[in-house]
């Protein structure tokens, strides 16, 4: 078949890969078939960039780089600039795929210089894809360098994309501050959209910027004005993810103005919305900020449900984000995988010479030493929590490399302290105290302050390291290697591996162990966020079990303890006794005084309670100006005597408001938990018959209401 006709068909194949990739690639394979080795290398490199593309959109990342990396060169070396860029672009498509942006924006800035060294036409949803690639970086300088590149081109073109694209540098200016330029550009893309009544989605984004714009100018009104018309367009074209995220914005406008009950009707319903479509990343934002709205309403059991619910979307996204790292560490092992594959092929083929031999074994046993690393890194993934797991680690390596040292440290930011997670030495897994960050002598400690790796290889070249009390025999390693744990352009930590010998690595080990601090990064950036939001949630947690005001326990959470006390009475038969203390005459301490003062006087009494109380005693308060002590393995006069210590200690207080002293009393009814009783409420029931006799006898006194 003439190539002409060939070039053509294969034109064609290239224009189907958006629209239809499975006919893409059967198309591009049959082409293949077609071709012979010898005479047509270029246009077998040029179908094969073509199937690499098809790949790409099916998520065969692996094979779809494999085959990109092998035809590049071809097209290089016979200077086909159009395929070039096309080998860029598909490189670029699948890198983007894998999550790894930088590598994907330097295969799209390739292709663009080719394309501006050659002449060729730009094309602007190229440089906007750039730009976008660029956001997601957070290098916002260069997204908005390749937009307004963009808008150049397009406005050359007269393409319709630029509506889109200066809305899209309104958004940057106004993530820059710049209020008016943000402005400027989305008053032009509002002018051109009249023009183009059709492009509904961007019209959507001018609206939702000029809402933003008026919230930061805190122009309430109207920003609310241009959100509901989002909102209205994004409901006419039937887009959930978009009316999801406009209601958020609506939610966050409320708040802002602390008005939280509006602001939590447009976040239910933002999650209603984005839970019916999954859509993960949103879920995670509003549960949070729910989360933060229902604890400004002090209704602290929402809160606590949707932040518990918001650490679960957070784990599936991060557990989402530790397979993509996976993803791309396996991909690009397999690609190697494939080329030394090939490689080795070729020399065992070739059998030129026993060098080549010999370079083929060792090619294999690097290939094996990848495995047993990934092996060790998914290990380490899957078992993130377990310090056992790392201690295993140890061993493991010693299959690679004789490292008599392994260690695993973790950068505490809030203390400004590097934490010791894993150390072992000789087979002993050690305890080490944490240090500073500011620690001079440190390795570990230098490592993570200046974001490099360390290597000594042989003897201590330096004074700074500081030897370890073991408690093992003493011996200074000769070799040490540290390297910095980085999430997201974070130093989290880092790993050190260590021998007795000197040289001990060669580069070829050196790099299996990057490749596993790459493992370990991904692993503990997990228990760290893992480990913040259990922090947050076991505070707000607590919250939900604390009276506002007093700061003592609540009447759920008490009665949560009664319970759990009964069911410890009937297994062990150990005794306990409640106290109920209500405050005397407190309606005339409000109506003298007023509720700020009564306020006053309710807490100044509930911290005196807690400073009285034994270790092992809870207090909480009961409602209004009632308390409840729980005493545990305590019987009824030991109760009695603790009582009246309590009415001791209320009648003597001073309680100083407003330069005035308020004096205050109370009545006290004590009971104990009986072997008749089947349920705490007839406990509560005694000891509130006791008070109330208290009450009526002339109250500050104490009684006790006899369980036996």
Request: some cysteine.
């Amino acid at each position: 078949m003439a190539t002409v006709l060939l070039e053509d068909q294969l034109k064609d194949i290239w224009s189907h890969v958006h629209s239809d990739s499975k006919q893409a690639m059967r198309n591009a394979s049959a082409l293949i078939k077609q071709l012979d080795p010898l005479t047509d290398k270029l246009l077998i490199a040029k179908t094969q960039v073509t199937l690499a593309y098809c790949y790409g959109h099916e998520g065969d990342n692996a094979e779809a780089l494999d085959l990109v990396n092998r035809s590049t060169q071809i097209i290089k070396d016979a200077q086909d600039i159009e395929w070039h860029v096309n080998a860029n672009r598909v490189t670029g498509f699948v890198y983007a795929s894998l999550g790894d942006l930088k590598q994907a924006s330097d295969a799209f800035e390739e292709g663009l210089v080719l394309m501006k060294e050659h002449k060729m036409p730009i094309d602007p949803y190229y440089l906007n894809n750039l730009g976008f690639i660029y956001y997601e970086l957070g290098e916002y300088e260069q997204a908005y360098h390749q937009i307004l590149g963009a808008m150049e081109v397009a406005r050359e073109q007269q393409h319709d994309i630029v509506p889109l694209l200066l809305s899209n540098l309104a958004d940057l200016q106004l993530l820059f501050g710049n209020i008016e330029e943000a402005e400027g550009f989305n008053n032009e893309a509002f002018h051109l959209l009249k023009k183009q009544p059709h492009q509904k989605a961007s019209l959507a984004q001018c609206y939702s910027i000029y809402g933003l714009i008026a919230r930061e100018r805190k122009e309430w009104s109207k920003s609310l004005e241009y959100l509901q018309k989002t909102l209205e367009l994004n409901q006419e074209m039937n887009s959930k993810y978009s009316q999801a995220a406009t209601l958020l914005d609506i939610g966050m406008l409320y708040s802002v103005q602390n008005d939280y009950e509006a602001a939590l009707d447009y976040l239910i319903q933002a999650l209603e919305l984005s839970d019916s479509i999954q859509a993960t990343l949103l879920q995670r934002d509003i549960l949070e900020k729910m989360a933060e709205t229902f604890k400004q309403t002090g209704d602290f059991e929402e809160a606590y449900y949707h932040l518990k619910r918001f650490n679960e979307v957070n784990e599936q996204i991060r557990t989402k984000e530790v397979q993509d790292q996976i993803s791309r560490l396996m991909t690009e092992m397999k690609v190697e995988q494939m080329q030394k594959d090939a490689e080795i092929e070729n020399l065992k083929l070739k059998r030129l010479s026993e060098q080549a031999k010999v370079r083929a074994e060792v090619l294999e046993e690097s290939y094996q030493d990848l495995i047993t690393i990934s092996e060790i890194g998914r290990r380490i993934i899957a078992n993130q929590e377990n310090a056992e797991v790392l201690y295993t680690v140890h061993k493991d390596l010693n299959k690679l490399m004789e490292a008599h040292i392994f260690g695993l440290c973790i950068y505490n930011k809030s203390k400004q302290e590097v934490e010791y997670r894993a150390f072992v030495e000789q087979g002993h897994l050690v305890t080490l105290s944490n240090k500073s960050i500011h620690d001079p002598k440190s390795l570990s400690v230098h490592c993570i302050r200046e974001n490099k790796e360390v290597h000594i290889v042989k003897g201590v070249a330096m004074q700074d390291y500081t030897p370890r009390e073991t408690g093992i025999e003493s011996r200074n390693p000769q070799s040490l290697h540290f390297f910095p744990l980085v999430m997201n352009e974070d130093v989290i930590g880092a790993i050190t591996i260590q021998s007795y010998q000197s040289n001990a690595f060669s580069e070829r080990q050196i790099e299996m162990l990057r490749i596993l601090a790459l493992y370990v990064s991904i692993a503990m950036s997990n228990v760290i966020k893992s480990e913040q939001l259990r922090e947050q949630t076991k505070k707000l947690e607590e919250m939900t079990k604390k009276d506002s005001l007093t700061n003592l326990y609540n009447l759920r959470h008490m009665k949560s303890l009664l319970k759990d006390a009964m069911e410890t009475f009937h297994k062990t038969h150990t005794p306990f006794s409640i106290i109920v203390i209500d405050l005397d005459h407190f309606k005339e301490i409000n109506d003298s005084y007023g509720h700020s003062c009564g306020d006053h006087v309710l807490q100044e009494v509930s911290r005196h309670f807690l400073e009285f109380a034994r270790q092992e005693d809870v207090v909480a308060r009961w409602g209004g100006e009632e308390f409840l002590i729980l005493l545990p393995n305590t019987p009824l006069e030991e109760a009695r005597v603790i009582g009246e210590a309590l009415r001791e200690l209320v009648e003597d207080l001073s309680i100083l408001y407003q330069h005035m002293t308020v004096e205050v009393t109370a009545t006290l009814g004590v009971a104990t938990y009986s072997s008749r009783d089947w349920h705490v409420d007839e406990l509560i029931e005694r000891a509130d018959k006791a008070l109330y006799i208290g009450k009526e006898a002339g109250r500050n006194q104490v009684v006790v209401y006899g369980s036996e």
